[in-house]
């Protein structure tokens, strides 16, 4: 960095330009200013597609969440038979995390632009339940499996001569290439070999799924308060690897486009099999979408707190203020204001509304 122009970044008070701005309200040091925004980039990111930029952002995010996970997993099955031995190269808690902190990255990475919602089952929750809208569910949803098909493919280049070498021991032992612990195991899921009750495999798929789901839905509830902004990636992402920890060895899939998307990856290099196989893709692909409704109807129903939300002004009335001052006095509640109110209750805590008489002195 030469030339007296630049001098001032020489100032040992100041911190450069990059990562710093993170934790800029942190420090004392200022950061050294970046460049102008120049008209001309304006203007082009103004012209580009708002529907595009989700789009890219959602196969991104998948991409982020599915790449590193099926990543652990291939480290972790072609190994298996090699001296050094399989804790070597990977465990079940490894895998875990592969997939905890790539959901972490994922929504980190792409959320502010598309909402981060990397799986079909939860874009089609935010359009039943939250107002998003239909219109965008479809290229949402092929946008989320394209994510996760890119990852299959990346993964069977970057790992090719070691999975093709994985295939021909496999072939010499005897062993079919499509089964769990085979070759295509590694981009999707397959139930072991004595799991033959699809009833079974479809009530844990259910359960899975929906403990996630209710996860999510706290985690993106704008009045808790026990979870924030910064820590709600790396929440939903532990409420996956605590999944994955538990019941990885019998067979989850939770997620259609992380499915989908490898397992599409798996019929091209391992033959059609991958969807026939104990008659199970559609559990592994479809389950997950019935659960997530499942587990967000349970949140919205019976735990949502929408005053809370609203007075915390995350959300307004659908009659404004004078429909919620309404609401208020059907409720036994006599207030000045409807944000007084509720600003009142949450500096005391209280989960009961006190019905105030001074107001209306």
Same mark, same amino acid.
């Given at each position: ?32 200013? $970046? ?54 190269? !990977?465990?079940? #808690? ?10 972490? #990255? ?39 499996? #394209? ?89 939903? $992402? ?32 391992? !033959? ?50 004078? $429909? ?38």
């Amino acid at each position: 960095m030469a030339g007296s122009n630049h001098v001032h970044r020489l100032q040992t008070n100041d911190l450069e330009l990059g990562a710093t701005e993170a934790v800029q309200q942190h420090l004392s040091r200022n950061v050294v200013a $970046g460049k102008p925004v120049s008209q001309r980039k304006l203007d082009f990111e103004h012209a580009r597609p708002r529907w595009l930029r989700e789009c890219m952002a959602e196969a991104t995010g998948v991409f982020f969440y599915v790449f590193p996970g099926i990543a652990a997993i291939t480290s972790f099955t072609i190994n298996a038979t090699q001296p050094i031995g399989v804790t070597a190269f !990977g465990s079940i #808690f490894q895998i875990g995390w592969g997939f905890a902190i790539g959901i972490a #990255f994922a929504i980190i990475t792409c959320a502010s632009t598309s909402g981060g919602h990397f799986n079909p089952a939860v874009t089609i929750c935010f359009a039943v339940w939250q107002g998003f809208p239909w219109r965008k569910v479809p290229y949402y949803i092929f946008s989320q499996i #394209f994510g996760a098909f890119m990852a299959g493919m990346l993964l069977m280049g970057m790992y090719w001569p070691e999975i093709q070498a994985f295939k021909a021991e496999t072939l010499a032992a005897g062993k079919p290439l499509v089964a769990n612990g085979g070759p295509a195991s590694i981009l999707c899921t397959f139930p072991n070999p004595t799991q033959t009750n699809l009833g079974y495999l479809f009530l844990t798929e259910f359960f899975v799924d929906s403990y996630i789901g209710i996860v999510i839905w706290a985690c993106l509830d704008p009045a808790n308060p026990f979870v924030s902004a910064a820590g709600a990636p790396f929440a939903i $992402g532990l409420a996956y690897a605590s999944m994955v920890w538990g019941f990885a060895d019998i067979a989850i899939s939770t997620n259609l486009a992380r499915d989908l998307g490898t397992r599409i990856v798996a019929a091209i290099f391992f !033959g059609g099999e991958s969807f026939s196989y104990q008659n199970y893709s559609w559990i592994a692909i479809l389950v997950n979408v019935p659960a997530t409704l499942f587990a967000t109807g349970y949140y919205e129903l019976l735990m949502r707190d929408s005053l809370s939300k609203i007075g915390k002004g995350h959300a307004v009335h659908e009659h404004g203020e004078e $429909g919620l001052q309404r609401h208020i006095s059907r409720a036994g509640v006599i207030e000045t204001g409807a944000a007084n109110m509720l600003r009142s209750r949450d500096n005391t805590g209280s989960d009961e509304y006190q019905l105030n008489k001074s107001s209306s002195s």
